[in-house]
């Protein structure tokens, strides 16, 4: 175990690179700390290794709105080999879409922070006022792939060294309420949000400051076969997030407008940020297979 935090590259690069030496591939059952990586693709063509990363902490900054995370959210699947520009290809996990999953963050105010401007129409302040009178006043916030998995990115070079972008990550954020309907999104397939990721320092525009992540503390578990990230902290306060659609229903033209102006939506780069507080554990292919 390495018990401060990882810093020079060769180090980290050294260590990743004890990674490689894993047995042929036999067993798909996967026991013990292995147990973690059951849905990584690690017996499909071109994956190297098998990533399982969880968010236990953290927040996201949407305009003029901050979520804290509360429920942890899992980053599953596996990854290739680093290509010419330095970014690996993500595969999807094999659970039926679970890639990213999809767990609920409570919004601090819930619909009780969805104020209703004067110039509201009667039927949006009417529908409004329903709901608060009968308590359905809670919000959640869910992140979810707006893309597929395949458009993930990863550097694990620069997430170790603390440098440039470590995952680019295409989302979109779910708001969901009874009021609020199923179909109540900020981003989309079409216009997903876009955050790139990095374990060291933002390059957001003036006059937003930068803010800066850590990659973590390093240690090996199962005799050096997985590598655990602990304490790594992913931030990005460079994105931009696109209007509201589909909230409320047969009445989003309505409501729709009501979110943007309350949330602050679109909400330009420099006016939103992620902060991601992960423990990631890596191993190879050939070792998940072996276990």
Known sequence: MIPKMAKPAYVMACAL???AFGLPASASAHTGE????????????GVFKCLHSVTNKGSIVLGKKTTPIVNPVTLQGGYS???SDGFSSFYEATNGGETLTKDPQPVPGGLAGIVP???????VKAAIAFFFENGLTGVNATLELAKSPSDIELSSYNLEIGEEIALKLPVRIHLENPFLG??????????PIIWNLTSGTTSPPSPTAPITGKPG???????HEILELSGNEL??????????TGCGGLLSVLVDPVID?????PAASGTNSAVLENTIDISTATSVNEH
């Open 17 to 19: 690179g004890a990674l």
């Open 34 to 45: 292995f147990a973690q990586f059951d849905y990584c693709p690690s017996t499909t063509a």
């Open 81 to 83: 080999k680093e290509g």
């Open 117 to 123: 401007p004067e110039s509201a129409p009667l039927l």
């Open 182 to 191: 199923s179909s109540c999104y900020v981003g989309s397939s079409s216009d």
């Open 217 to 223: 503390y390093v240690h090996f578990t199962n005799e």
């Open 235 to 244: 931030v990005d306060n460079t994105w931009a997030a696109p209007e509201a």
């Open 261 to 265: 102006a309350t949330v602050g939506l």
